[in-house]
């Protein structure tokens, strides 16, 4: 029986549309590859078990776990992370609705919640605040108590439908 190689893999990566060559082991997590060998520290790593939402990144526009992806696995794919969503110096809807309506205290979460609901935007421009509430459960925050993200998705979604918020 022939042991297990332990050898690390030379990946090209797609991450937020630039290409990324590293080498890393084959087990190493999507979450670790971002932040320590492409300085993306925009994507916490929380719970370690996908349960937190901290770690949420885009694949091929989906939202996914990346404390439970393997690095390995995302070649072919590509990857965004929040770093791609807005900039300091012009928000995106999201992120200035977040900020007016007080919806981030520590920001721990705050990227997986950016990431999430950037996508469900995309595909459900007119939510209920029930329908936020359902998406946002898969996102853990200790601070705010969640009623001021709701309120914030809620006026993200009434702007970029174009509507007065």
């Given at each position: 029986?022939?042991?297990?190689?332990?050898?690390?893999?030379?990946?090209?990566?797609?991450?937020?549309?630039?290409?990324h060559?590293?080498?890393?082991?084959?087990?190493?997590?999507?979450?670790?590859?971002?932040?320590?060998?492409?300085?993306?520290?925009?994507?916490?790593?929380?719970?370690?078990?996908?349960?937190c939402?901290?770690?949420?990144?885009?694949?091929?526009?989906?939202?996914?776990?990346?404390?439970?992806?393997?690095?390995?696995q995302?070649?072919?794919?590509?990857v965004?992370?929040?770093?791609a969503?807005?900039?300091?110096?012009?928000?995106?809807?999201?992120?200035?609705?977040?900020?007016?309506?007080?919806?981030?205290?520590?920001?721990?979460?705050?990227?997986?919640?950016?990431?999430?609901?950037?996508?469900y935007?995309?595909?459900?421009?007119?939510?209920?605040?029930?329908?936020?509430?359902?998406?946002?459960?898969?996102n853990?925050?200790?601070?705010?108590?969640?009623?001021?993200?709701?309120?914030a998705?809620?006026?993200?979604?009434?702007?970029?439908?174009?509507?007065?918020?």
């Open positions: 029986m022939t042991a297990p190689t332990h050898d690390p893999l030379t990946l090209s990566l797609s991450v937020n549309g630039e290409t060559d590293v080498r890393v082991p084959a087990r190493k997590l999507l979450s670790d590859v971002l932040r320590d060998d492409l300085g993306l520290t925009g994507t916490h790593v929380g719970c370690e078990h996908g349960v939402g901290a770690c949420t990144v885009l694949i091929d526009g989906r939202p996914a776990r990346a404390c439970l992806t393997f690095a390995a995302m070649e072919g794919h590509e965004t992370t929040v770093e969503m807005g900039r300091p110096d012009a928000l995106s809807a999201l992120q200035q609705a977040l900020h007016e309506e007080h919806g981030l205290q520590c920001g721990f979460c705050t990227p997986g919640i950016v990431v999430t609901f950037e996508h935007l995309r595909e459900n421009p007119d939510p209920t605040a029930e329908e936020v509430r359902d998406v946002l459960s898969g853990l925050c200790r601070c705010t108590g969640y009623q001021n993200i709701v309120a998705v809620l006026k993200a979604a009434a702007r970029m439908r174009g509507e007065a918020a």
